[in-house]
């Protein structure tokens, strides 16, 4: 959209104020807000803040930075004031007072990868299937960890009391422009999924930032809390966040070859390789949570072996049957605490450094790893994924590859706070160990 264009529907649709949204390094959604008077100054990226608030951004002594709003990204938000006015929103990108790009903005280190995709002919698209569950809240507003329902997967009413709730999520959803493709009950009690269509890889994760806002916001108006916690509740599935992804080359799929094995190309077999070398790194970006990693653990679907497969769901990378224009492969270990920026971003490094290497990732395993025994697993070279975020930090700090991607700032900044991270869990007496110890020693 054009500048004057946004401001003739802002004018229309009674917008008062602008959000001006961003992420910081964690992936947390942010955003200053400034009224009509000030929307002119907001789109010619003329708005400061104070960046060493920020979560990895800048030193105090640096603080003033530059929202910088993709005119694109405009949209008015359903949501109407007692008032009659409307709030509004745009995703910017940050810069320093000089106008320089910022190194350590997340959606910019994207940006920057899809240019080196660019270079070599390549468009990654992606199509994210973010769950999450729906918690009750207590009289005085404070969330309970227990389930709105008894549902499991693909659940009707009456057991599956999210259902309003999910459907207004894509009710507001689809009112900003989503095409929502499907939206479930999850296998869990209180565990949802809404799948939205795949979208150049920036526009996609703008769609997932935009999203887990819609959902969180959507919950609260039915009373109800949600989280994207990778595994709230001990005994169940957690929540994934599978992401299908593949390379557009012009118009055409790279990753389809239909008189080759399994119908794929060179390039997808090699993009397939560099996932599975580089996951044992990138899982600390793409499930960056001390709690990330009690989800990857076997038994309840999330993968815990780095291997592909075309038929079955145990392995890291799923290629999904489906040939043509929607060929490409699920990565289905990222979970949606994620920044959503920078885990597109490790991905596409790695898939990009699979094709420039020419890593090939062996036959498919088509059998249940999680019944193999690990005999078998070694005979096929199937590796495991770190048990915990301190080894995946530990894995990240060595991998070249994905420090050059995210930038020294954005890896030097994330690193740090996940350590600090695990420092502090580290530190932390939890209730297991009370129950557990207090009363046998």
């Known amino acids: 959209m054009t500048r004057q264009a946004i401001l003739n529907t802002a004018k229309k649709e009674n917008v008062r104020f602008l959000r001006l949204q961003f992420t910081d390094i964690t ?78 903005c997340p959606r910019l280190a994207l940006k920057r990868q899809m240019a080196k995709a660019k270079e070599r002919g390549y468009t990654m698209v992606a199509g994210p299937e973010a769950e999450f569950f729906l918690f009750q809240k207590d009289a005085n507003g404070r969330t309970l960890v227990e389930t709105h329902d008894v549902g499991g997967y693909f659940d009707l009413t009456p057991v599956d009391k999210g259902e309003n709730c999910r459907r ?53 108006d039915h009373g109800l809390h949600a989280t994207f916690m990778p595994k709230p509740i001990f005994g169940v599935n957690g929540s994934g966040m599978h992401v299908n992804q593949s390379l557009l080359k012009g118009s055409k799929n790279a990753f389809y070859a239909p008189s080759q094995p399994w119908q794929l190309s060179k390039v997808a077999l090699n993009y397939i390789g560099g996932i599975l070398r580089h996951a044992k790194s990138f899982v600390a970006v793409t499930n960056p949570l001390v709690n990330s990693y009690k989800r990857l653990v076997p038994g309840y679907e999330a993968p815990t072996n780095i291997a592909w497969s075309e038929k079955n769901r145990s392995p890291l990378v799923r290629v999904p049957a489906k040939r043509g224009m929607s060929t490409r492969c699920e990565v289905r ?35 249940n790893i999680f019944k193999m025994s690990h005999r078998e ?48 869990y580290l530190a932390h007496v939890h209730p297991w160990e009370r129950d557990r110890y207090l009363h046998q020693f």
Request: some cysteine; charged content about 30%.
């Open 333 to 367: 270990v990222p979970d949606p605490a994620c920044n959503p920026y920078l885990a597109f971003t490790v991905m596409l490094a790695a898939g990009l450094d699979g094709i420039a290497e020419g890593f090939d990732p062996g036959e498919p395993v088509n059998k």
């Open 27 to 104: 992936g947390a959604l942010k955003n200053v807000e400034v009224p009509a008077s000030q929307f002119a100054k907001a789109l010619d990226g003329e708005i400061m803040f104070d960046g060493s608030s920020i979560e990895g951004f800048v030193r105090i002594e640096e603080s003033d930075m530059l929202l910088v709003p993709d005119h694109d990204t405009f949209v008015v938000n359903p949501w109407t004031n007692p008032d009659g006015t409307r709030v509004a929103r745009l995703i910017c990108d940050i810069h320093r007072p000089d106008g320089k790009e910022f190194e350590g």
């Open 168 to 220: 207004d999520i894509v009710v507001v959803l689809e009112s900003m422009g989503f095409e929502v493709e499907a939206a479930h009950h999850e296998v869990a009690p209180g565990q949802h999924e809404v799948d939205f269509k795949y979208a150049e890889a920036v526009s996609c994760a703008d769609n997932v930032a935009t999203f887990k806002f819609v959902v969180r916001r959507v919950a609260q």
């Open 377 to 424: 697993k070694r005979r096929l070279k199937i590796d495991e994924l770190p048990p915990d975020l301190s080894k995946a930090v530990d894995n990240l700090a060595k991998d070249k590859v994905l420090k050059e991607a995210l930038g020294d700032h954005i890896f030097d900044h994330f690193v740090l706070a996940k350590r600090q991270e695990w420092h502090d």
